[in-house]
């Protein structure tokens, strides 16, 4: 539960240690239909269960929905590469987990509520791209933030739902987090794409996300 839960904060007494909170930035899914995702992707190549021949095809990925495996893909980075830029760029819901696990030839999408996800900022990774390991965030983002300040219409407003639109953050479930790799700072970004060159990176919103501790006003320790 690294950077979802508050390593620090937790009561006094009996339930010392056994009672969480949540980390300031984290966010608890609320669900979305799956139906979407499934539809796309049987427009991309996947051949659903009824149609599957593990002999003509021992080597395919199994790709799983909220659990319920609903087909399987010849080439799972074609998929899964696609269906990460449809979240990057908001055609599916943010709060969509996208999980490979290559050793064990699986996809697994959930979409499901309850899971808890962090913000984490996102790493441009496209091999043709000229900024390739650098973030995707820019100055040109930071000052649409800054004229939200002179702003008065909410739905002008361009915000954290801005970030998430344009692909600069992602919301990561603990589950593909195990998926991922995460630098803390900017620096070790740097140090990290001089040695891990196409690797998915992710890098993180800032240490202090992963902590609620004694932030409202009426601490007393």
Known sequence: HWGMVCPAETPVG????????????????????????????????????????????????????????????????FIVRTIQKLRRQNHIGHEVSLIQDIRNREFKIFTDAGRICRPLFVVDNDPASPRRGELVLQKHHIEKLEDDKDTTDEEQRYGWSGLIGEGVVEYIDAEEEETVMIVMTPEDLETSRQFHAGYEISADVDPAQRVKASVNKYAHT
């Open 14 to 77: 009996q339930a010392c240690g056994l009672v969480k909170n949540l980390a300031l930035m984290s966010y608890v899914s609320v669900g979305s239909p799956a139906e979407p995702i499934i539809d796309f992707m049987l427009q991309r190549n996947m051949e659903v269960l009824e149609e599957y021949e593990p002999s003509r095809s021992p080597n395919a990925t199994k790709i799983f929905v909220n659990g319920v495996w609903v087909g399987i893909h010849r080439d799972p980075g």
